[in-house]
T-cell receptor
Framework: GAGVSQTPSNKVTEKGKYVELRCDPI?????LYWYRQSLGQGPEFLIY????????DSGLPNDRFFAVRPEGSVSTLKIQRTERGDSAVYLCASSRGTGSLNEQFFGPGTRLTVL | AQKVTQAQTEISVVEKEDVTLDCVYE???????LFWYKQPPSGELVFLIRRNSFDEQNEISGRYSWNFQKSTSSFNFTITASQVVDSAVYFC?????????FGTGTRLTIIP
């Protein structure tokens, strides 16, 4: 079956612009996670969804970042007024459910570059 | 707060040598899970292993083995008879409250 997919694979934008990053989880996975990986660092948690609701958004760095998952499947991470410091690889992961026994399967990521 | 430390930033070994990647963690949870992920140049994180804090038995999977020592809060990863395909960045991670906390990774280069 298909794994987690993310689009676009690369996004270049200018400072101040708005961007949307999309994640398609594995079919049937109820939990969805967003992480951000800066150059030379490990991924850092941003937000996770259980179904349609954001169960924990404590990792979002500020109110310019927002994510939705309206139908409990596809999720979109939205960044307003992008800044150069937002440049990173944004990773999405999904799992069958929540709980530590549920392995998180990662997508290939979207590389965001803010000029 | 949870923390994972991978002190080795980069390691290079000649093919067929054994190599150990170190991981030290901090958590206040009494029950937790530890993970290792591989990130090849393609960028996708590949799950390697998950370990329950109650199970301190070492685990071996082919050329890979893991040594979990609760007393020293370490979860080290050894690759025996390394191969060029093992070249990647390896991350150790800890899960708490559904969130994975990753270390900064160790870049492993296997020299042919």
């Amino acid at each position: 079956g298909a794994g987690v997919s993310q689009t676009p694979s690369n996004k270049v934008t200018e400072k101040g612009k708005y961007v949307e990053l999309r994640c398609d989880p594995i079919s049937g996975h109820t939990a969805l996670y967003w992480y951000r990986q800066s150059l030379g660092q490990g991924p850092e948690f941003l937000i996770y969804f259980q179904g349609t609701g954001a169960a924990d958004d404590s990792g979002l760095p500020n109110d310019r970042f927002f994510a939705v998952r309206p139908e409990g499947s596809v999720s979109t991470l939205k960044i307003q007024r992008t800044e150069r410091g937002d440049s990173a690889v944004y990773l999405c992961a999904s799992s069958r459910g929540t709980g530590s026994l549920n392995e998180q399967f990662f997508g290939p990521g979207t590389r965001l570059t803010v000029l | 707060a949870q923390k994972v430390t991978q002190a080795q930033t980069e390691i290079s070994v000649v093919e067929k040598e054994d190599v150990t990647l170190d991981c030290v963690y901090e958590t206040r949870d009494t029950t937790y899970y530890l993970f290792w992920y591989k990130q090849p140049p393609s960028g996708e994180l590949v799950f390697l292993i998950r370990r329950n804090s109650f199970d301190e038995q070492n685990e071996i999977s082919g050329r890979y083995s893991w040594n979990f020592q609760k007393s020293t809060s370490s979860f080290n990863f050894t690759i025996t008879a390394s191969q060029v395909v093992d070249s990647a960045v390896y991350f150790c991670a800890l899960i708490g409250n559904e969130k994975l906390t990753f270390g900064t990774g160790t870049r492993l280069t296997i020299i042919p």
